[in-house]
């Protein structure tokens, strides 16, 4: 088991699930309740591209946009470092590879709170910030739950975007996939059991909770049915 390559996966999942939540919420809120509808199927569909992408279609661009000849140019001069194979390229591959898993949870549980009580909140003089915090935000609870698991175990086990942006420099970008990958290459097949064992047990625990949590909610609701 290459422990140095699962806390990396870790640490790469715990700040990509922080960085979605900065960029989603927002993104999410605009979605649910914006006007302009021709700029939301716009958006929404750059968002939703990452999941029928083939993630090294997008692996690709990134490369290329994180070189020489994009932002990576930039990010060069002031941090005086590459942006590829780097930890920083990972975490904005993942970023933008796990929006859509964060923005539409979130977006989807925003929708389905019920607007005469938002509008009842803002009547009673409550701003849209304490709106959110009071109203929306608990009423999505749900939501929250589905996209912060869903984003953070799809960046946990995430290949294809992590070689070609990261490439395999251990305790640098060699994430848990990767190594298991290397494990197999290289015929190690009892040290990949374990890391694949250990990958399926931890999904299937997360899902397990999710639809748990999912389970008793609806029962919940259909008792003050």
Not at 126 to 142: A, C, D, G, H, Y
């Amino acid at each position: 088991m290459d422990w140095i390559a699962l806390w990396l996966s870790l640490k790469l999942a715990f700040w990509t699930t922080i960085c979605l939540y900065l960029l989603g919420i927002p993104l999410a809120y605009w979605l649910s309740f914006g006007k302009k509808r021709q700029w939301k199927i716009l958006v929404d569909s750059m968002v939703s591209l990452p999941l029928v992408l083939p993630p090294t279609v997008l692996g690709f661009y990134l490369l290329i946009l994180f070189g020489n000849s994009g932002i990576g140019t930039v990010y060069s001069r002031l941090f005086g470092k590459s942006l590829v194979f780097s930890f920083e390229g990972l975490l904005i591959a993942s970023i933008i590879y796990s929006l859509p898993f964060m923005v539409q949870n979130l977006a989807g549980a925003f929708s389905l709170v019920d607007s005469k009580l938002i509008e009842a909140s803002l009547c009673c003089g409550e701003s849209p910030w304490n709106t959110f915090f009071k109203v929306i935000f608990p009423l999505s609870l749900q939501g929250f739950l589905r996209g912060t698991v869903l984003s953070f175990t799809h960046t946990l086990g995430e290949f294809g975007i992590v070689l070609m942006v990261g490439g395999d420099i251990p305790g640098k970008t060699r994430t848990i996939s990767i190594a298991l990958y290397d494990q197999v290459e290289g015929l190690n097949y009892q040290e990949a059991n374990t890391t694949a064992l250990v990958l399926l047990l931890f999904s299937f625990f997360v899902l397990f909770l999710v639809y748990s949590t999912s389970n008793s909610q609806w029962k919940r609701k259909n008792i003050f049915v």
